[in-house]
């Protein structure tokens, strides 16, 4: 059981008492289909356009750990989704989900983890994963079919052919080898930086092969394949730099 602390709030002549639950850390899985990553204790609202609360998703299975319990909602690290912004460090993914999403008795399993024998398989299935998502709309923090952000496309798809990347798109590039346009091979990821900051990447894309990538391209937009070339022409454009980055020998 967690230890409850008494906190004293003096408001005039009276004398408030809140409870709060601070739980020993325990480890849980994700119960429902998808789960949202808060940045606060509150829910998102109705609009699935921008929400700077919206830190990530979680799918039916996947792991936390849960640091805290606070009034319905638990405090968790999504220990599969490395992250290192929040407070320079490797950690998993920091946020708040509601309790109710969570169960502790380890009988949902994971919809993610599938192993594909070899580089070249893996990298066709990673592009093919990728295009599973083609027409899903774009939702900052989206991580599922249902709507998705760029980074969160090419973790899914990472992912579901047995490889773990990072989280968010300036981590995954972290991570990444470095590679040259000529070295691009189906599954590589392209980053773009930010247009201020060469060094604070804003922006990630798979390379699908033939000329063509698969990114989520932002807030009202659809995952689609288009053209690299003309990609790059509008990074060019808008001063921004372009990195190439592998996971693969």
Request: proline residues 6%; hydrophobic residues 35%.
């Amino acid at each position: 059981m967690g230890k409850m602390r008494i906190l004293a709030m003096i408001s005039g002549s009276c004398l408030f008492l809140t409870a709060a639950w601070a739980a020993e850390p325990y480890e849980a899985r994700v119960a429902v289909p998808v789960a949202d990553l808060r940045k606060e204790p509150s829910d998102p609202g109705p609009s699935r356009d921008h929400d700077p609360l919206e830190e990530s998703q979680l799918l039916a299975g996947d792991p936390v750990r849960v640091l805290e319990e606070k009034n319905g909602w638990a405090r968790v690290e999504a220990t599969e989704q490395l992250e290192w912004s929040h407070n320079q460090r490797w950690e998993g993914y920091p946020g708040w989900m509601r309790l109710s999403d969570l169960t502790r008795d380890g009988k949902t399993t994971s919809s993610t983890g599938y192993k594909a024998p070899g580089t070249l398989v893996q990298r066709a299935g990673i592009v093919e994963a990728a295009r599973e998502f083609l027409g899903t709309p774009y939702y900052w923090g989206g991580r599922s079919h249902q709507e998705v952000d760029c980074s969160g496309l090419t973790g899914l798809a990472y992912q579901a052919n047995g490889i773990t990347i990072p989280r968010d798109a300036h981590e995954q590039w972290m991570k990444a080898r470095a590679i040259t346009r000529k070295e691009l091979e189906p599954a590589d990821l392209l980053f773009f930086s930010d247009p201020k900051n060469p060094k604070k990447i804003t922006h990630v894309m798979l390379y699908s092969g033939g000329g063509q990538v698969i990114e989520g391209p932002g807030t009202g937009k659809k995952v689609w394949e288009t053209s690299l070339k003309s990609r790059l022409k509008e990074a060019e454009a808008s001063g921004r730099k372009v990195y190439y980055g592998t996971y693969f020998e």
